[in-house]
DNA sequence: TCTTGACATAAAGTTAGCTTTAGGTATTAA
DNA sequence: TTAATACCTAAAGCTAACTTTATGTCAAGA
């Protein structure tokens, strides 16, 4: 069992985010002591992490929270469990394919100035490059439908 | 030369939204008509790819507008620039990491909640791994140092 | 006994990034 | 000529996810 303050440090997460968790209703199953102290288990650890892991890849906090009710209801959820991580797999997934893509345009723009950098003014790289992006890079960021 | 309601479409962003960007000084170079209307060149096109590229990665308006401020600035900021790309560089790898490890997470959570459902319970399945996760997917997510 | 440190609560405050509202102008179509 | 449409501004409002503040409890050490 460990205390608000150690969990804090293992988290890395300051103490008033912990107790918001708790008041927003993402750690159901956490106990106090007599006189009304947290006292952490090692399920509530294994549900930090994956309050982590949900919010690192862009859950809001009130669908997690849903996620944590669904839980709590048993077995008959696993199946709208299963389908809210499906969904959630793909939101990752197209995520680093966008974060990709972005990278794309960033080395892109590492090269442009490493370049100006060299020739002291941007000059020569700007007539290479004089639509101002390289035709593969300007296809990723086309709207255009 | 387009209208903000073309660009708008373009870029699938709201109006407002546009002239916020224009507000807080991220289209720098944007022209106007004789009765005040914004005329958006190819220019501002290639800004408005960057900023969208930017946001993606994560970075805050302010210190995209301190990029465009520099841009503003001549060759003087060339290696500023250059600096602030390979900074955002690394920002997309690590960003690219943290989704990897998080979605090793989730595929694990995937398979879990699959054969759950197979079963119609999680018994089996928690039995399998006793610990709620894998050691492999559990050191992925553990932060003491 | 007194003070220190770690815990507790409720409620107000903060920040980013829009979004909405209210009111006005200018051009075109009927 | 009127009505619709697309633009304009300033300012207020909104939301998520904390963060801070003010106040209080409790156990352990000097």
Redesign the pocket.
């Known amino acids: 069992m460990?205390?608000?303050?150690?969990?804090?440090k293992m988290f890395n997460?300051?103490?008033?985010?912990?107790?918001?968790?708790?008041?927003?209703g993402l750690l159901l199953e956490l106990e106090?002591?007599?006189?009304?102290?947290?006292?952490f288990n090692n399920q509530n650890i294994e549900t930090l992490r994956l309050?982590e892991c949900l919010?690192k890849s862009?859950?809001?906090?009130?669908?997690?929270k849903e996620f944590i009710g669904w839980c709590s209801l048993g077995d008959k959820t696993i199946s709208k469990r299963k389908e809210m991580f499906l969904k959630q797999k793909e939101n990752i997934e197209n995520q680093i394919k966008e974060l990709e893509k972005a990278l794309a345009m960033i080395e892109f723009k590492c090269w442009y100035y490493e370049e100006a950098e060299k020739d002291g003014n941007e000059k020569r790289v700007k007539s290479i490059t004089p639509n101002g992006l390289p035709e593969n890079i300007k296809k990723l960021y086309e709207n255009a439908h």
């Open positions: 460990y205390t608000i303050g150690e969990i804090s997460l300051p103490i008033p985010t912990l107790r918001y968790y708790d008041k927003e106090r002591d007599k006189s009304g102290i947290r006292k309050i919010k862009g859950m809001q906090i009130k669908d997690i």
